[in-house]
């Protein structure tokens, strides 16, 4: 195994100064130059002299308390602390005096008289700061209170951290352990109130759970509530990151024990790609700490990468191959060969059968970019046709196609970073505090810093309000009304003069743009001809559209309520439109960005995973790119588009379609209107399922090859950044083998020759392909950490922002955006509107996090219903109601609230007890087939208990779960 | 008529809806690229039925890009 070296890792002590101006000093005789603003601590770290610190880190603002980092400056009175002191030109620094020596002491004395000295058997034994602070002080006796030694004088004075008194009193400053939390515990005993915890929660989670309860001898870490479960904690984990000592300590760490090596690798969660340090003990995973230079996360995390891991070592994991013959069979173990030979021939003989175009494959994004290449290359390559789709399908296909069409790329603009530099922030269809709550972090960071915020939510989210945020507009919209909202917000930009006229004439099509003002000036699309539709007042979109387009630096971010609608695209041009109007591209800080769903849905749709392009956004048509492709593989590319998801069901109903390779991905479940997924799935003859677990499509199918988790295998992410992200190894496949080896077995049965013994050659494949990627390779991803594509000769380092010059269309291209009302409407019976999301704790379907102690904050799916909406139908908080669309209907506990306006309802998708797809419909993006997940109308009724779709649903799983017992 | 066809009449509508909004003579162009561009052979054959035998259902603007939309081979 060829692990990655980590760059230095070194604490640095305070955060790096981003001044242009340098500043040269002295520190112990050697010369330093730093930018002006670091500190005394970091410019000595600068030269390899680690000042003693205890409250200092520096992923946080300096706090000056622990009085361990004092220096002594020539010329200055007094012992100040380095941490707190900035540097200045020609200062003459001393860290190690005679003086410094005995304070220094002086001060650990007085931290240890307070601190058990149970280090032997201490979680933190061995990475504890304040041991290690012990010994770099000289630290030799403790002069207050009962030195440990056996025998010693009883000199008793008060700590913390004794539960009683040698009179066996009990002691009333001690506080038992807080255990609330799955995933790490809360030892106040081990606390020296270095607030590390606190300023975590502030500086970087922008929580603010934490606090200091109490002032000099009672001050104490508080979390305001009972315990850190029942607190506004978010299990981000960056207080236990911070915490120097064995206070917060993650639980595995106390159940296995320190780990002896880490490995850089990237979370297999949402679109945010933040690296991780995998830490081990053999191929055992001690804990994922979130890694200072990962470019996405800068050091952060939240609950699901942090801690909620689990699901990789799940019992519920399948490590052998299945196969049936029908799927009302119970499953039979085989060997791989047997298998792979099975699933083989029923391919083969669906294509003799029903023709070359009757089967096809799901590439998943879930997977890393080498595998879920392969994947498309099995259907273009092996099965020669282009059926391959992705779950982008069900996401953020629109957004593939919207800024496709009007910029000329299939991606986001911008890096993470550039929010650190935005003025504006306009999120849309997005809840990022519970779908990529890392970047709502640093979002959040840059809103304490002032920016302004405009929300367009139908619901008022966590994102809209919090501890010292509050958007300056929150939109609450009417679901499915996004078009007429950013059209009205376009109308007011245009038609009150905001545009940025220079950067049209520079950048854009002139004649387009003067067509698309004749368009959007229409006084149909002001905002006060669009509020009876939209339910939004006209003055607010007007205060939105001019604080958008004069407030500074405008990014856009957006997410699935953008683009699950029946004009997803026609949303995401009005984005489009919106940035370019006003100027908003082509620089830090501003952008259009969509906010990713799943860990690599980006990377897969650059892998060529839609039917209608291949690798690199380049449509089957063209018959150069076919002769690429037609060069390495050796086979000739069909030049018609394939089906993509939605009609390969309808395919599949209909009896053209039979077979399919479902990698990673649980359609049964994430795709809508579930009883069409089922009745298409249970059509098939061969449904071949590659998964960790049995997943709800694996009930349909006839062969099960098991997965492999991102640990167990090398690739790449892609995450919303266009950021390409190493994946690295850091223990066995479980089954035996990494998925791309799967597909390789898979193909090879049918007859390819494929020969890869590592991602890296077929990262290789990808790059002499792919113009986008033709400069990625493993060594240079290890060499910078990571790329963001485009990488070629012309950015050999990747590039963090697209469109500087120039779009890559060449000019940027308004399109007109109508407004079209979805065909899902209210009615008498089915009065309310559903829309659907997802929650901090919870991934997607839910079959990762599921299998994680993260069912501690969500259990069950509920209904969130506005208390008016309950009181019309006799609905009290927690009852069981049902919940019916015209597609069906389920049942599930109610939450009365305001955070949803009357006529509204929500729910999340993450358990299949729930089923909420059972209630979404057929209706779709109009360019893309995206589902309209996010409005159906729907009826609320009181209810019993689960449906008899429920029921049965639950009797037809636990059938087709069957496993066979193995064969002696 | 199935569920399947109302289901590509009402995407072909979906499709001439956006395109509506566009000048005079991008409309039936567009319309058939996207079509051409997205839609299986076998979609395309199942609309070209629909064409032939009346269009019932169909948007006018369909019907006018019909000629530009590639008819599948076999």
């Known amino acids: 195994m060829k692990d990655f070296i980590l760059p230095p890792d070194r604490d640095m002590g305070t955060p790096a100064s981003r001044s242009p101006t340098m500043v040269t000093l002295e520190i112990d005789g050697f010369s330093v130059t730093v930018p002006e603003g670091t500190s005394l601590m970091r410019a000595a770290a600068e030269i390899g002299i680690a000042v003693p610190k205890l409250c200092a880190t520096d992923t946080l603002e300096a706090f000056g308390s622990c009085r361990l980092c004092l220096v002594e400056i020539e010329g200055r009175p007094g012992t100040p602390a380095s941490c707190t002191t900035p540097v200045a030109p020609g200062l003459r620094v001393y860290t190690q005096t005679a003086t410094l020596k005995q304070l220094r002491r002086g001060v650990m004395e007085l931290y240890i008289s307070d601190h058990p000295l149970d280090c032997l058997t201490c979680a933190a034994n061995g990475d504890c700061e304040l041991q290690d602070m012990a010994g770099a002080v000289g630290l030799r006796e403790v002069r207050y209170g009962t030195p440990p030694e056996a025998g010693a004088e009883v000199n008793e004075i008060a700590t913390h951290f004794r539960a009683r008194n040698t009179g066996g009193e009990a002691n009333p400053d001690w506080r038992p352990k807080d255990q609330s939390n799955p995933y790490f515990t809360y030892d106040p005993s081990k606390c020296i109130v270095c607030n590390r915890c606190v300023r975590a929660c502030e500086e970087v989670q922008g929580t603010f759970a934490l606090t200091i309860d109490g002032r000099g001898w009672d001050s104490r870490v508080s979390t305001g509530a009972a315990d850190f479960l029942s607190s506004d904690c978010v299990s981000c984990g960056a207080c236990v990151q911070a915490c120097p000592t064995a206070t917060l300590t993650e639980n595995t760490v106390i159940e296995i024990g320190t780990p002896e090596r880490s490995v850089v690798t990237t979370c297999a969660y949402c679109g945010v790609g933040c690296q991780f340090k995998a830490e081990m003990r053999g191929d055992e995973l001690v804990r994922m700490v979130p890694w200072k230079h990962g470019k996405a996360n800068r050091g952060h995390s939240c609950v699901k990468g942090r801690f909620a891991w689990g699901y990789a070592t799940h019992r519920d994991r399948i490590l052998h191959p299945m196969i049936r013959e029908r799927i009302t069979d119970p499953w039979r173990e085989v060997s791989w060969p047997e298998a792979l030979t099975f699933a083989a021939d029923r391919m083969r003989g669906i294509q003799a059968r029903y023709g070359r175009q009757s089967v096809g494959v799901i590439t998943s994004s879930r997977c890393t970019n080498e595998e879920t290449y392969l994947v498309q290359k099995l259907a273009r390559a092996v099965f020669l046709n282009n059926n391959t789709d992705t779950c982008a399908r069900v996401c953020h296909s629109p957004t593939g196609y919207g800024l496709g069409q009007t910029y000329g790329t299939s991606a986001g603009t911008q890096d993470f970073d550039s929010v650190e530099q935005c003025d504006v922030a306009l999120v849309i269809g997005a809840n990022p505090h519970a779908g990529h709550p890392v970047f709502a972090s640093r979002l959040k960071k840059r809103l304490r810093q002032g920016a302004r915020l405009i929300v367009i939510d139908p619901r008022r989210t966590e994102s809209v309000e919090g501890p010292h945020y509050k958007a300056a507009h929150h939109l609450a919209l009417r679901p499915g009304t996004n078009v007429a909202v950013v059209s009205a917000m376009a109308h007011v930009i245009v038609t009150e003069g905001l545009v940025n006229e220079a950067f049209i004439r520079a950048r854009c099509d002139w004649d387009e743009y003067q067509e698309y003002v004749e368009f959007i000036a229409d006084p149909r699309h002001a905002p006060e001809a669009v509020e009876g539709v939209t339910g939004v007042a006209a003055d607010q979109i007007r205060a939105a559209a001019r604080l958008y387009a004069t407030g500074g630096n405008a990014a856009i971010y957006y997410g699935l309520g953008v683009t699950e609608h029946s004009q997803g695209s026609t949303t995401v041009i009005a984005i489009a439109n919106l940035a370019m109007l006003t100027g908003n591209i082509g620089r830090p800080g501003v952008g259009v960005n969509p906010l990713r769903g799943q860990n690599n849905v980006q990377g897969s749709c650059d892998m060529g995973s839609f039917p209608h392009e291949l690798p690199g956004y380049r449509h089957v048509k063209n018959p150069e790119v076919r002769a690429i492709f037609e060069a390495a593989w050796g086979v000739p590319i069909d030049p018609e588009p394939g089906l993509r998801i939605p009609n390969m069901l309808d395919a599949a109903v209909e009896g053209t379609f039979r077979g399919l390779y479902c990698q990673g991905e649980d359609i049964l479940q994430s795709d809508p209107d579930t009883k069409h997924v089922a009745a298409a799935l249970a059509a098939m003859d061969c449904v071949i399922v590659h998964d960790l677990f049995l997943n709800e499509t694996a009930n349909y199918a006839h062969v099960f090859l098991p997965g492999s988790s991102f640990l167990e295998k090398d690739g790449t992410f892609t995450n919303a950044e266009r950021r390409i992200n190493r994946v690295r190894r850091v223990m066995a496949p479980k089954a035996g083998h990494a998925d791309w080896e799967v597909t390789q077995m898979l193909a090879n049965a049918m007859g390819a020759e494929w020969a890869y013994t590592h991602p890296s050659q077929i990262m290789a494949e990808i790059a002499a392909t792919t113009p986008s990627f033709a400069g990625v390779t493993y060594d240079r991803l290890d060499q910078l950490g990571s790329i963001q594509w485009p990488c070629n000769d012309d950015a050999p380092e990747g590039t963090p922002l697209m469109h500087v010059e120039g779009f890559v269309r060449g000019r940027g291209r308004f399109i007109r955006t109508e407004y079209v009302a979805t065909d899902e409407r209210t009615g008498p019976r089915y009065p309310l509107l559903l829309t659907t999301g997802r929650i901090l704790s919870q991934y997607n379907v839910g079959a990762q996090t599921r299998r994680t102690a993260n069912v501690a904050w969500h259990a069950e799916d509920v209904l969130e219903i506005h208390p008016h909406d309950a009181e019309t139908r006799g609905i009290r908080h927690g009852d069981w109601v049902r919940l019916a669309s015209r597609s069906g209907e389920t049942t599930l506990r109610a939450d009365l609230t305001d955070r949803v306006a009357p006529g509204v309802v929500y729910t999340t998708f993450h358990h299949p007890e729930t089923q909420a797809n059972v209630i979404t419909t057929d209706h779709s993006d109009w360019a893309t087939n995206c589902p309209e997940y996010k409005v159906t109308a729907v009826q609320v009724s009181p209810s019993n208990g689960p449906s008899d779709w429920q029921k049965s649903y639950q009797a037809q799983s636990d059938q087709a779960r069957r496993i066979l017992p193995a064969a002696e | ?74």
Request: hydrophobic residues 50%.
């Open chain 2, 1 to 74: 008529m199935t569920a399947q066809d109302d289901k590509l009449i009402r995407m072909a509508n979906q499709i001439a809806a956006f395109m509506a909004s566009k000048p005079e003579a991008e409309q039936a162009p567009g319309l058939a690229a996207h079509i051409n561009d997205f839609w299986e052979p076998r979609m395309r054959r199942q609309l070209f039925a629909r064409i032939d035998s009346g269009a019932v259902g169909l948007a006018p603007l369909v019907m006018r890009a019909a000629p530009l939309i590639r008819r599948p081979a076999d």
